[in-house]
Every structure is written in structure tokens, then in C-alpha cells.
């Protein structure tokens, strides 16, 4: 008689770089029943309702004000590899911080090579700063990619020419230090909101974090800013994770901020998706809904977490980069 054995039920999930899901969820309660993820919400309606989250096909659950999960629904994230993270209102930063928090699971075995590769680079401080060169030069090619591809932008002349990508890559090739290759990642930034700034008519628009504001034009702008800066660190810890690497280990963000190589990775993607999208949408009054969904959506369309893990990997093939 054949003895047979129950399957694993995390092996079944779906590989982390292939998922389709990533939920935010606000004022519910998150619990485990029957071997299922539900949440159950708490608006203090007279008939509270369950929703199942399909966590083998989710990359990451962010949990917003007014939620709990329970302990047996945590262990089944864990077993299905879904990353956890906690912000404010409407995916905003959690209370007064920026630093995204998140819970990585630990139920499973990582890959250690890149790990101590990443390791190896992080300690070699010439390295270190070669691939954060490395890291700027993809950014600029997320952003030419995706902008070229954008009919929301190139209608309203919003594009990067060639001579935009000369100008960055000359200044990242002369920074000697980080403070220097963070003064060229800031001049890129400008130049890149005051182009979405004129495409779309938003005059008094000026980066300003938490502003949690629902009037249309700026403060909309910066409220989605923030909220797909939360969606971004979300699927870069993912990325991070499915190699191995400590958030604590970053190239260009400070080496004493809690998971600032979260920030480093999401900066690769940002540029290119959250902010256009968020000028698009927030001169169009959207709702954090639709702001939410689009963004995954073409996070998904683009494979952004297949594209991370890429660009990770191919920044620790590079043994040197030279910038003489």
C-alpha cells in the first residue's frame, strides 16, 4: 500500500517574479479559515462582509489604519512567501515616518550566493559605488523605456531625448562620491517633474511628501506620489527577498537607514511608472482606487518584478565599473 503524503501547501505558489497580486487593505480584519486568507471588514456596517486574498498569487499585502491579521494568517503568508507591509492612510508613509516597514517572510530557504556576492561588493567601497553608477544608468533606462511606450506622454510632448540621457550619464560618470551621485540623481529628478509639471498643466506643483490631500492639481500629485512610492517599495522588497539580499545593505541611500536598499531598488522603477502616473491621474481627480489599480496593472504588464531581480543580478555579474 503506497503511503501518500499531503502536498506542501506552499508548494503550490506561484513563483514570487510571476505574481499577479498586490493588495492594500484598510479598517478589515485578516484571518486564516480552512486554510484560506480572508478579510473581514470593520466600517461598523450591520452585515460585515469576507473576502478572500488569493495568497499563493500575491507578491505582497500592505496593511493600512484600522487593520489587525491574526497569527495563523500571518503563518500562511509566510508559507507563501507574500511580503508584508504596513503604512498609513491610503498607502500614504505610516505615521510620520518614510521608511517602509515590512515583514519578510521566514518560512522558507533563500539563496545565499547573491547574498554574500552582495556582501563582497557592499564591503568594497569602490565597488560599491560602481554599481550605484550602475544603478543610476538603469534608472535612466526604465524611464527612456517606459516613456517612449506612454501615449499619455508623448501626446503632450513629454519625452526624453537623447541629449537628456548624455547630460545624466556624464554627471554619474564624473561623481567620485555618493553625495556626488546623489546631487545628479536630484538634477535628473527636476528635470523630470518640471517636463510632467508643464505636460500636464500642473504650474504650482512642488514635491511635498504626506500631504494626504484630495483637491485636485498638486496636492493630488503629490498624495499619489507618495502612495505609489508605497506600492514601488512593495515590489522592490519583494525583489530583494527572492534573492536573499538584507534590506540592510544599500548602494546609494544612507548605510545607517533601516532597509534603505528597498529605496534604491524602488528608484530604479519610479521614475518611470509612479511618477507619470500620478501627474496623469492626480490632473485628472482620480480616486486612490483607480490610482492603485492602474499601477499595479502596468506593473504587472511590465514585469516589474522579473525586471528587478534582473537588474540586481546583472549589478553583481559586473565585477568592475570603471568610471576613469
Given at each position: 500500500m503506497k503511503n501518500s503524503k499531503p502536498p506542501d501547501p506552499g508548494s503550490r505558489a506561484i513563483l514570487l517574479s510571476k505574481?499577479?497580486?498586490?493588495?492594500?487593505?484598510?479598517?478589515?480584519?485578516?484571518?486564516?479559515?480552512?486554510?484560506?486568507l480572508l478579510f473581514l471588514t470593520q466600517r461598523g456596517e450591520e452585515i460585515e462582509q469576507f473576502f478572500n486574498i488569493p495568497h499563493k498569487n500575491t507578491a505582497f499585502l500592505l496593511l493600512g489604519n484600522g487593520t489587525s491579521i491574526t497569527e495563523s494568517a500571518v503563518r500562511l503568508l509566510a508559507q507563501s512567501g507574500v511580503m508584508i507591509g504596513f503604512v498609513g492612510s491610503g498607502g500614504s508613509p505610516l505615521l510620520a515616518a518614510v521608511d517602509p516597514v515590512f515583514m519578510t517572510p521566514q518560512s522558507?530557504?533563500?539563496?545565499?550566493?547573491?547574498?554574500?556576492?552582495?556582501?563582497?561588493?557592499?564591503?568594497?567601497?569602490?565597488?560599491?559605488?560602481?554599481?550605484?553608477?550602475?544603478?543610476?544608468r538603469l534608472r535612466a533606462e526604465w524611464v527612456q523605456s517606459a516613456w517612449s511606450k506612454n501615449s499619455a506622454l508623448s501626446s503632450r510632448g513629454a519625452v526624453i531625448a537623447a541629449n537628456d540621457l548624455e547630460r545624466f550619464d556624464a554627471s554619474i560618470e564624473k561623481a567620485h562620491t555618493t553625495e556626488e551621485m546623489l546631487g545628479a540623481e536630484a538634477v535628473w529628478s527636476r528635470m523630470l517633474y518640471a517636463r510632467l509639471r508643464s505636460a500636464f498643466e500642473v504650474d504650482k506643483f512642488k514635491r511635498d511628501g504626506g500631504k494626504k490631500s484630495r483637491e485636485p492639481g498638486p496636492d493630488l500629485v503629490n498624495s499619489f506620489l507618495d502612495h505609489g512610492n508605497y506600492i514601488a517599495?512593495?515590489?522592490?522588497?519583494?525583489?530583494?527577498?527572492?534573492?536573499g539580499i538584507s534590506f540592510a545593505l544599500p548602494?546609494?541611500?544612507?548605510?545607517?537607514?533601516?532597509?534603505?536598499?528597498?529605496?534604491?531598488?524602488?528608484?530604479?522603477?519610479?521614475?518611470?511608472?509612479?511618477?507619470?502616473?500620478?501627474?496623469?491621474?492626480?490632473?485628472?481627480n482620480a480616486t486612490d482606487q483607480e490610482f492603485r489599480n492602474e499601477l499595479i496593472d502596468r506593473c504587472l504588464q511590465m514585469e516589474v518584478i522579473d525586471k528587478l531581480i534582473e537588474n540586481i543580478k546583472f549589478c553583481l555579474e559586473k565585477k568592475t565599473v570603471s568610471n576613469q
Open positions: 505574481r499577479a497580486n498586490a493588495f492594500l487593505i484598510e479598517r478589515a480584519r485578516v484571518l486564516q479559515k480552512d486554510g484560506r522558507e530557504y533563500r539563496p545565499t550566493e547573491y547574498m554574500q556576492d552582495w556582501m563582497r561588493m557592499w564591503l568594497d567601497e569602490e565597488r560599491r559605488l560602481s554599481v550605484g553608477r550602475l544603478f543610476m517599495y512593495g515590489y522592490a522588497a519583494v525583489a530583494i527577498y527572492a534573492l548602494v546609494l541611500h544612507g548605510k545607517t537607514r533601516r532597509g534603505a536598499l528597498v529605496f534604491d531598488v524602488a528608484d530604479l522603477f519610479k521614475d518611470a511608472l509612479v511618477m507619470p502616473l500620478a501627474f496623469e491621474l492626480g490632473s485628472s
